[in-house]
């Protein structure tokens, strides 16, 4: 298994190759080697048209009504405190225009403190939280903002190469008015020293557009003696669009 000097030089020789390049690239690029997995998970055969009202009669159906407002706030869901540093995640989502999109529903996952994940596949040893799922849900307001009451999460390994690491992120899922309109994201925290290391993180060749993954401190958000806050706006369309999932048509650790 490969080092991480070895993926480290190849990310530098890649992104070298790119400055060189003098072309901007926004979007990650969806075979992108040091990220081992990404070989196998991106597409190599043209894409066919299937009809979305066959997949639209399996798929959920949400609404205002199914979603109690307390879901939003992962640190109360087990019945005790769970352990970590408590923070509030806030932003606005937001199309091309800068409108606000609102009644989206805005659905998050992520690791515990620990960098665990409650998931049968999750087997590092690090470990479990009893008073933490690391799931929640909530609905746009009307001026398109969703907010989360959660514990920062851990880095964790994830096998792509020897001692591989993962910046610590949350997943966000969005929907727009049906299923097959999903997309899926990741936030990260500013700061981090794994972002160099990340293949994920660094197959965004464009630093500009990597930025537009990490949130922002903000201190006016953070509570005194409960919890810090950050702020991250997430824009659905147009040049400076938030990147999601489906623009690797991988899926990401």
């Not at 660094?202 to 949130?215: G, K, M, S, T, Y």
């Amino acid at each position: 298994m490969e080092t991480q000097a070895e993926i480290s030089d190849e990310i530098a020789k890649i992104s070298r190759e790119y400055d060189e390049a003098g072309q901007v690239e926004t979007q990650p690029r969806v075979d992108y080697p040091p990220y081992r997995s990404s070989l196998l998970r991106h597409p190599t055969k043209d894409l066919h048209q299937a009809d979305p009202e066959g997949v639209e009669l399996w798929a959920p159906v949400f609404g205002r009504r199914d979603v109690d407002p307390l879901e939003a706030d992962l640190t109360i869901q087990r019945g005790g405190d769970p352990i970590g540093e408590r923070m509030v995640v806030t932003g606005r989502v937001l199309d091309g225009e800068g409108r606000p999109v609102r009644g989206q529903l805005v659905e998050i996952w992520q690791a515990n403190a620990g960098g665990r994940y409650v998931h049968q596949r999750d087997q590092h040893p690090a470990a479990l939280d009893p008073h933490f799922t690391g799931t929640g849900r909530c609905l746009t307001d009307d001026d398109g903002r969703y907010s989360f009451t959660t514990i920062k999460p851990g880095p964790y390994p994830w096998r792509n190469h020897r001692n591989a690491w993962r910046p610590a992120h949350i997943h966000f899922s969005l929907f727009g008015t049906e299923f097959t309109q999903r997309m899926v994201t990741q936030m990260y925290f500013p700061g981090d020293p794994l972002f160099a290391l990340d293949p994920i993180y660094q197959a965004i060749l464009d630093p500009a557009a990597r930025d537009r993954l990490v949130a922002t401190y903000d201190h006016d958000l953070t509570q005194p003696e409960w919890s810090t806050g950050y702020r991250w706006d997430i824009v659905l369309t147009g040049s400076h669009r938030t990147l999601m999932e489906a623009d690797t048509e991988g899926g990401v650790a």
